[in-house]
C-alpha cells in the first residue's frame, strides 16, 4: 500500500513536471486552445463561408461578433498577434488585413491551416479545434480595431477626456448629478468615434471612444469605468 502511494505521487510529480515543460514547449506553436463561447451569435453550418458573415455594422450580430472575437482573439491569438490585435512584432498585425473577400480568404486559409515551416509549427491550425462562428466572430473584432494612425490624430483629446473623467470620479460626486459635464465630453467623444478609421477597412471602427461613451450610462461606477476603458485603451494605442 505504502509503496502504491508512493508510486500514485511519483506519477504526481512526473505529471506535474511534465506539465510545466509542456507549458513551456506550448509556448511556441503547440498550444492548448481555448474554447469560444458563441452564444448570441446564429449557428453557421458546417461549410466554410467564403466572406466574415459580421461584417456589416448596421447588422444585429456585429456588436455581438465583436464581444465574442475579443474574447477568443484574448485566449487564443493574443500571445503571438498581440493583446488588443497590436502586434508586439512576433507574428503579422491582423488589423491590417483587408476586410474584403480577398482578406477573408487569406484569414481562413491561415485559421484552418496554421503555419508550419521546416518542421516547426509557427502557428497552430485552428480550423479543428475553434468553431467557424469562433473564427468570423475573432476576423470582426480584429478587422473592427482603430488604425493606429487615425487613432494618433485624436490621442490628445482623448486623453483630456480621461484626465477630466479621472478627476470627476475621484471628487467622488454621484454620476447622475454630473450629467452636465458629462454630457459634452459623451458628444466630443461621440464625435472622435465617427471619425476614426480602421486599417483593415472595415466599415466602422469599434474604438475606445466608442467603448467609454457606451459606458456612460449615469450609473455609480460609470464615470470611474469609462476612465479606465480609456486609460487601458490609449496606453495599448501607443
Ligand atoms: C503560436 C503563435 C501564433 C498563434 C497562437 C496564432 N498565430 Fe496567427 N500567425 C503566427 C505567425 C508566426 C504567422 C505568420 C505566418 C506567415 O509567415 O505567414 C501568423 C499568421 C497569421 C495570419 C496571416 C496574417 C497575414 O497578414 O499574413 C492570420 C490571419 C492569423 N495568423 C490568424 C491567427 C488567429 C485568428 C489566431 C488565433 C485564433 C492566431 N493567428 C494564433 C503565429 C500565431
Same mark, same amino acid.
Given at each position: 500500500m505504502k509503496r502504491l502511494l508512493a508510486a500514485i505521487s511519483l506519477t504526481a510529480a512526473v505529471a506535474a513536471v511534465s506539465t510545466i515543460s509542456t507549458s513551456k514547449v506550448r509556448a511556441h506553436g503547440d498550444v492548448t486552445p481555448q474554447a469560444v463561447d458563441t452564444s448570441g451569435l446564429p449557428a453557421l453550418g458546417e461549410n466554410w463561408l467564403e466572406e466574415n458573415p459580421w461584417r456589416d455594422p448596421d447588422g444585429k450580430d456585429w456588436r455581438r461578433a465583436i464581444e465574442v472575437?475579443?474574447? $477568443? #482573439?484574448?485566449?487564443?491569438?493574443?500571445r503571438c498577434h498581440g493583446l488588443g490585435a497590436v502586434s508586439g512584432g512576433l507574428a503579422p498585425d491582423l488589423r491590417m488585413l483587408s476586410a474584403d473577400i480577398d482578406g477573408d480568404e487569406w484569414y &481562413?486559409?491561415?485559421?484552418?491551416? $496554421?503555419?508550419? *515551416? $521546416? $518542421?516547426?509549427?509557427?502557428? @497552430?491550425?485552428?480550423?479543428? &479545434?475553434l468553431s467557424q462562428e469562433a473564427a468570423w466572430a475573432i476576423r470582426t473584432y480584429v478587422e473592427t480595431?482603430? +488604425?493606429?494612425?487615425?487613432?494618433?490624430? #485624436? &490621442?490628445?483629446?482623448?486623453?483630456d477626456i480621461r484626465k477630466k473623467l479621472v478627476s470627476m470620479a475621484e471628487s467622488g460626486k454621484p454620476a447622475g448629478d454630473l450629467g452636465s459635464e458629462i454630457e459634452p465630453l459623451k458628444t466630443q467623444? *461621440?464625435?472622435?468615434s465617427g471619425s476614426i478609421e480602421t486599417a483593415s477597412g472595415a @466599415?466602422? /471602427? +469599434?474604438?475606445?471612444? /466608442?467603448?467609454?461613451? /457606451? &459606458?456612460? +450610462?449615469?450609473?455609480p461606477q460609470s464615470i470611474a469605468n469609462a476612465a479606465e476603458v480609456l486609460t487601458v485603451g490609449l496606453s495599448a494605442a501607443k
Open positions: 472575437g475579443a474574447s $477568443g #482573439y484574448n485566449q487564443n491569438c493574443a &481562413l486559409e491561415r485559421f484552418i491551416q $496554421g503555419y508550419t *515551416q $521546416g $518542421g516547426i509549427t509557427k502557428m @497552430p491550425a485552428f480550423g479543428e &479545434l480595431r482603430a +488604425d493606429p494612425d487615425s487613432m494618433e490624430e #485624436y &490621442l490628445g483629446s482623448l486623453q467623444m *461621440q464625435e472622435i @466599415p466602422k /471602427a +469599434d474604438s475606445v471612444a /466608442a467603448n467609454a461613451v /457606451a &459606458l456612460l +450610462d449615469g450609473s
